[in-house]
């Protein structure tokens, strides 16, 4: 079975500093690796994946994610934290026998302060 | 290109009755997924569809169903609904047949209150 920890509920940080919300994971074989955000009342939005290649990800909005195969962890990152990435993200894993089913973290509520 | 589609957007229903969501997903795309997230539970996986069969099965009672169209439309439909069946109905859409290399784009979600 496949598994996804979030190991933060929450994660507060300042306008203009860097934020980092950690994930790990647990797949048989290959995993595929995602972030999603979603704001309220909204459904989820694609922010990058993993699937092969270079260990860090580039993705939208400015963020960016580093997998890390010893660690079997991908944390998402960002140089510079804004008010407006207030949200909840979720990192998800799809691989091994589940086939497209995406198996998500429990989340993590970032709040950026002015 | 429009995004995925999800109708109604909110509901309310009475213990024991049923419901059906409806789901449209972004042209082209083959594979349709069901999401119910709540709370207690976080985002957990339904089933999903690849061209009108269903791909796989995520852990829940036979009171949730569903279907694709020919058109790649969904539909999924709970029977006999409890309390414990309030959430975020989630439906998403990806391309291609190696689908888990593909991102999934959702849609906004179906509001279920059972009451």
């Known amino acids: 079975a496949q598994s996804v920890a979030q190991p933060e509920d929450q994660v507060n940080v300042a306008e203009g500093n860097p934020l980092t919300v950690k994930c790990t994971y647990s797949?048989?074989?290959?995993?595929?690796l995602f972030w999603y955000v979603q704001y309220p009342n909204r459904g989820l939005q694609f922010l990058l994946k993993?699937?092969?290649?270079?260990?860090l990800v580039k993705g939208s909005y400015g963020f960016e994610a580093e997998f890390n195969k010893s660690q079997t962890s991908f944390h998402l990152k960002k140089p510079s934290a804004l008010v407006s990435d207030s949200a909840l993200y979720f990192c998800?894993?799809?691989?091994?026998?589940?086939?497209?089913?995406?198996?998500f973290g429990g989340g993590t509520r970032l709040m950026v302060k002015p | 290109k429009a995004g995925v589609t999800q109708t109604p957007r909110y509901l309310i229903k009475t213990r024991g009755q049923q419901v059906t969501l409806s789901c449209s997903p972004i042209?082209?795309?083959?594979?349709v997924s069901w999401y119910q997230q709540t709370p207690g539970q976080g985002l957990q996986f339904l089933f999903e569809?690849?061209?009108?069969?269903?791909?796989n099965k995520g852990n829940f009672p036979g009171r949730f169903s569903g279907r694709q169209f020919s058109n790649s439309r969904s539909e999924m439909n709970v029977s006999t609904l409890e309390l414990g069946d309030s959430a975020l109905y989630l439906c998403?859409?990806?391309?291609?047949?190696?689908?888990?290399?593909?991102?999934?784009?959702f849609g906004p979600g179906t509001r279920l209150t059972v009451t």
């Open positions: 042209s082209g795309h083959r594979s």
């Open positions: 998403a859409s990806s391309l291609g047949v190696r689908d888990r290399e593909y991102e999934q784009y």
């Open positions: 569809y690849f061209s009108e069969t269903q791909r």
């Open positions: 993993y699937i092969t290649g270079d260990n």
């Open positions: 797949v048989s074989g290959n995993p595929y």
């Open positions: 998800a894993v799809s691989g091994g026998l589940a086939g497209n089913m995406l198996t």
